[in-house]
């Protein structure tokens, strides 16, 4: 495992990360002992950076981990938790409501400080409220010693930019913007990082979209986006090939890139990710991949409010 400095924040992250949504059961009905298992061996494999959110199984995978956390040592682990977010279309970025959940999330995180927090999902809120309310909040929290690094995460990446421009932050949490389907990300990318902020870049199989079992049914994604990775799924699967693998091999590559968040329940998944990173990539099943994906090859969807897309 390879460890890669996170913005200017004097975190050294592990090039390969966990997402804790899955121990919400988001993609499939997932038992405690299942999801605890998964983030021990991930921490035993060299994992040391584990998201995961309120939202995620409406608290569930945040109490599972937090079964998890007290089972290890604390330091062992950078955790980054969410708040403003709290159900599909339940958002509350106020002051009041942030403080608060941090202070729910550390109950059931079973710990007393959270290592990164980020504001989830900012574009379905208003920027204006997020610059001059929701992340002078952050600081304060910061100074009380609750949160030692403040981001915020999101889908378009506009949102990551018109924050840039006004405040200083920690790090961003893009999400499907750097896999084979869709390198957007690449676009912020230097701008970013000219400010010292950290890039944790999550789903790099797009949310499901890049495995056997395919998207769950609340995937955003346009027909046309499905269609197209349901071909280069079967396409791989006919071919002997790994979709996973090369697909988890390809987000890792890019160095720029602290982190690349992937998200399992499975405590066989994840060693395996693990593994695959080790292993040279394979160029040729690459760019025959990346082919199939063309004619979707950077498109997204809408998410939040138009004018933050
Ligand atoms: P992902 O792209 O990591 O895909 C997860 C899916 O891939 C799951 O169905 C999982 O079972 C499957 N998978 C993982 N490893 C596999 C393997 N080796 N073989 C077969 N299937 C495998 O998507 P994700 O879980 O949504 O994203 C990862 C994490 O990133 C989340 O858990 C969350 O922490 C974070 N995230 C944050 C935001 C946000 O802040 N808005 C959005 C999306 C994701």
Redesign the pocket.
């Known amino acids: 495992m390879e460890y890669r400095k996170l913005g200017e924040t004097g975190l050294e992250v592990s090039e390969l990360s966990l ?4 121990l919400g059961s988001v ?1 499939r009905k997932v038992n405690k002992d299942e999801g605890v298992r998964t983030v021990h061996v991930a921490i035993e494999n060299g994992i040391n950076l584990i ?3 309120p939202y ?1 199984g409406l608290t569930k995978a945040e109490t599972v981990l937090g079964e998890a956390i007290s089972q290890v040592q604390r330091e062992r682990i950078i955790l980054s938790t ?1 708040a403003g977010r709290y159900g599909d279309n339940s958002f509350d970025f106020s002051p009041r409501r942030i403080k608060k959940s941090i202070d729910e999330s550390l109950i059931r995180l079973k710990t007393d400080y959270i290592d990164i927090l ?1 504001l ?2 900012i574009e379905f809120g208003s920027l204006d409220e997020i610059i001059n309310d929701s992340l002078p909040a952050l600081e304060e929290l910061k100074k009380e010693g609750k949160i030692r690094f403040f981001g915020v ?3 378009p990446l506009k949102i990551f930019e018109e924050v840039l421009k006004e405040v200083n932050i920690d790090t961003i ?1 893009s ?2 913007q750097y896999s084979l389907n869709n390198t957007n990300l690449l676009n912020i990318q230097s701008n970013v990082l000219e400010k010292g902020v950290g890039i944790i870049n ?7 979209l890049l ?3 395919g998207a769950p049914s609340w995937h955003p994604a346009s027909k046309e986006i499905k269609e197209t990775c349901r071909k280069a799924v079967e396409y791989c699967s006919i071919n002997g090939i790994d979709i ?1 693998k090369l697909a988890v091999q390809f987000s890792v590559q890019n160095k720029n890139i602290s982190t690349t ?4 329940a ?1 405590p066989e ?1 994840i060693v ?2 693990i593994k695959w990173i080790n292993e040279p990539i394979n160029y040729e099943q690459l760019f025959k991949v990346k082919e199939i994906l063309k004619p979707i090859n950077n498109k997204i969807w809408l998410s939040g409010r138009k004018e933050n897309n």
């Open positions: 997402g804790a949504s899955s993609f998201d995961v959110s995620y969410k980020h989830h999902d995460s999101g889908l949490l999400y499907c999550a789903s790099p199989l797009s949310m499901g495995s056997n079992r996973t968040l992937v998200g399992t499975n998944n395996k990710n």
